[in-house]
């Protein structure tokens, strides 16, 4: 079964920072595209940060370049979210998602266009 299972939202004071973690199960996360996207409630889902896995690529949304940071772990099949210098603006539900119908797929932006997705963690910034 493909799953994925996100951590590390919560509360932070604006300025802080968080990590989030996408586990995956079912899949291997390297080989697939695979990203970061946030979803306020009554809008789209918007990227974030993704990857492409033909060629290594990272897309990031403009308001959040210089801010945030993806890396994965291969050994741990787990795909990070590094957010710093956080804003309230930030604050919402993100999600990873993953496209595991297109194994080495280029990926030309960040586009919820995904097959697999995550519960959603919750993070909340303090003005």
């Known amino acids: 079964q493909l799953q994925l299972a996100e951590s590390g939202g919560g509360l932070v004071q604006s300025g802080g920072s968080l990590k989030l973690s996408c586990a995956a199960s079912?899949?291997?996360?390297?080989?697939?595209?695979t990203g970061w996207f946030r979803q306020a409630p009554g809008q789209e889902r918007e990227g974030v940060a993704c990857i492409s896995p033909s060629d290594g690529k990272i897309y990031y949304a403009d308001s959040v370049k210089g801010r945030f940071h993806l890396s994965r772990d291969s050994a741990s099949n787990t795909m990070y979210l590094m957010m710093n210098s956080l804003k309230p603006e930030d604050t919402t539900v993100y999600y990873c998602g993953a496209d595991s119908t297109n194994p080495m797929a280029t990926m030309t932006g960040c586009y919820p266009h995904l097959s697999t997705w995550g519960q959603g963690t919750l993070v909340n910034v303090s003005s």
């Open positions: 079912g899949f291997t996360l390297h080989l697939v595209p």
